[in-house]
């Protein structure tokens, strides 16, 4: 984007009732044409928002972090330059840079970073945090061509405090390298403006940092799945052509690029993302290729495979069933251009890419873009259940259809839900499924950071998970309910449940957990419809005495005269008020 296009999106007006997007852009220099390109970049990625950014004072970042109201912003942006942490690595201030004076520096950058972490820790919005970007002036007397202890000593410290500040949960880091990429280093500075107007950026460079900074504040959830070709795609060769010997993915084999595509996908798997093949192939053939040993994916991370000669988008579509997700939330990958115009075609919500296998430079930008299409900010203990968690939920479909009774079914699972009251601050796995969920969803409601510390310290807010396990293996965290008392009714602000546990009447306990455990004589719903809650609804239909307009009423009696039997054992964590 170049700055011409940045202000023609600036003078689209947005609609009369978009929400507000209110972002505080903190630096100490002038935000000139960074804010404008932030701006822009913003109503790119948030088009159905009103977006607005608002400065402070120049040349007193750490001030304006501490006057931030955090009620009247959305999200904060802070932008790190070296003159920030000691004016005299900069160059509108004549500070003087003799060589007795170079440890002094090193104390003031110390310090300034101690100041600047303490500050942050306290914001409570969202924040995204862009470091030095710029060049060190040319103070030390080691020269440009040397790096000397006096540099390296400043990049230790700064490197010290970007690890301390990244476990901070609220705060995201500008990735460095992907800045370097899109914004050659020696392409940054502009001493010019910097004298001038106190804008240290060339144009290309401020419209680099505000693209990043606008994709960290408007970050789209992950894809939860990725659906892989094999043939000329997870390894080379065409297994029913050279047979399970004749496939490679080793370097002297000249089959790299599917040796790291493998270790790639084996990455993803073991940060909780679904892997799935789709193979126009001999299913006998499949097993015993994926039974090699030196396979880099183990079979066991790949569930489920359809292997056969039927179209993909057949495949496809058999794959979302099993794993109960909607096709925006995975992505297809084939070396035939044809199969990926037919899934395309199937599916146009899906994002479908085309295997680079004979293109370098490609393969590393197609493997970046999937990096970024699955990135999360933190793994958790469910993340490595799910794969085999959704076998054992196909274990549970195929078990119940043994000609036993449901009763008798349910029975013989041996199901074991544990209520947790506590409010942990650090807890992510809870945060995450509220926002990622949408079939099990009471009114689609989302959470950001601001929203869910507040729930989280309100005394008033009760916050239930909910974990599950029975004979077929754990699913750990699995429902996940907000809410509070009022005159005896606990009113439901939010109720999410993972699909994984569908069809276990987990449902069913969480709703008796209300009314026994907190001694709820109703519950009022905050119910709303949305484009994917239909799972809810059709629940909701179920067991609601009232109508389903506006915020429907659910009585104990009622519930408890018409729920059908609950076969788990249930353990009770933290106390109920």
Not at 12 to 40: I, K, M, W, Y
Not at 190 to 212: C, M, N, W
Not at 305 to 332: C, G, M, T
Not at 432 to 443: G, H, S, Y
Request: overall charge negative.
């Amino acid at each position: 984007m170049n700055l011409m296009e940045a202000l023609e999106r600036l003078k689209r007006s947005a609609a009369e009732n978009a929400r507000p997007l209110n972002v505080f852009l903190a630096c100490g220099f002038t935000p000139l044409h960074l804010q404008t390109f932030l701006s822009a970049h913003l109503r790119d990625l948030a088009p159905a928002c009103r977006v607005e950014v608002k400065t402070g004072l120049f040349g007193d970042l750490i001030g304006n972090l501490q006057r931030l109201g955090p009620a009247e912003h959305d999200a904060l942006a802070v932008v790190v330059e070296w003159a920030d942490l000691d004016s005299r690595l900069g160059l509108r201030n004549l500070g003087g840079w003799q060589v007795e004076r170079l440890p002094e520096i090193v104390t003031a950058v110390s310090q300034s970073l101690e100041r600047l972490t303490l500050v942050l820790q306290e914001v409570s919005l969202p924040t995204v945090l862009c470091l030095p970007t710029l060049p060190l002036p040319p103070i030390s007397y080691c020269g440009m061509r040397q790096s000397g202890g006096f540099e390296l000593t400043l990049r230790r410290r700064l490197a010290s405090f970007a690890e301390s500040i990244s476990n901070t949960s609220h705060i995201s880091l500008v990735g460095q390298q992907r800045l370097d990429e899109i914004s050659p280093f020696g392409t940054r500075f502009d001493l010019r403006t910097e004298i001038a107007q106190g804008f240290p950026y060339k144009i290309s460079h401020a419209a680099a940092v505000g693209q990043l900074l606008a994709e960290l504040i408007c970050k789209p959830q992950p894809k939860k799945g990725i659906i892989t070709d094999l043939d000329d795609t997870l390894w080379a060769g065409i297994l029913g052509e050279v047979g399970v010997e004749g496939i490679h993915w080793h370097l002297e084999e000249h089959a790299q690029l599917h040796g790291i595509y493998q270790q790639f996908l084996a990455s993803l798997a073991s940060a909780g993302i679904l892997v799935a093949a789709a193979s126009k192939n001999d299913s006998a053939l499949v097993d015993l290729a994926l039974e090699r040993e030196d396979l880099l994916l183990s079979r066991t991370k790949i569930f489920p495979i359809e292997a056969h000669w039927r179209q993909k988008s057949e495949s496809v579509q058999n794959i979302l069933k099993k794993w109960n997700v909607l096709p925006d939330s995975v992505v297809f990958v084939d070396d035939s251009p044809m199969e990926v115009a037919e899934v395309q075609s199937a599916f146009p919500e899906m994002e479908c890419l085309l295997f680079p296998k004979a293109d370098h430079a490609a393969f590393w930008e197609f493997l970046a873009a999937l990096r970024d299409r699955f990135a999360k900010t933190a793994i958790t203990e469910e993340d490595s259940l799910r794969t085999q968690s959704l076998r054992n939920s196909t274990a549970v479909g195929d078990s119940g259809g043994r000609g036993i009774s449901q009763e008798e079914f349910l029975q013989q699972l041996r199901g074991r839900l544990a209520f947790d009251l506590r409010k942990p601050l650090q807890e992510t796995r809870a945060f995450e499924l509220v926002n990622k969920t949408n079939q099990f969803n009471l009114n689609g409601r989302r959470y950001d950071e601001p929203a869910w510390k507040k729930v989280l310290q309100d005394p008033r807010s009760s916050l239930i998970t909910v974990s599950y396990e029975d004979k077929f293996g754990r699913l750990g965290r699995i429902a996940v309910l907000i809410g509070r008392m009022e005159g005896g009714q606990f009113v439901m602000e939010s109720w999410v449940m993972s699909c994984r546990a569908f069809s276990r009447r987990i449902e069913f306990h969480c709703l008796a957990y209300v009314f026994d455990q907190l001694g709820a004589s109703a519950i009022v719903f905050e119910l709303q419809a949305t484009s994917r809650n239909g799972p809810l609804m059709e629940f909701m239909k179920q067991i609601l005495d009232t109508s389903m307009e506006g915020s429907p009423h659910l009585s104990r009696s009622f519930f408890f005269a018409r729920a059908p039997k609950m076969p788990h054992q249930v353990e009770m964590l933290g106390a109920a008020e």
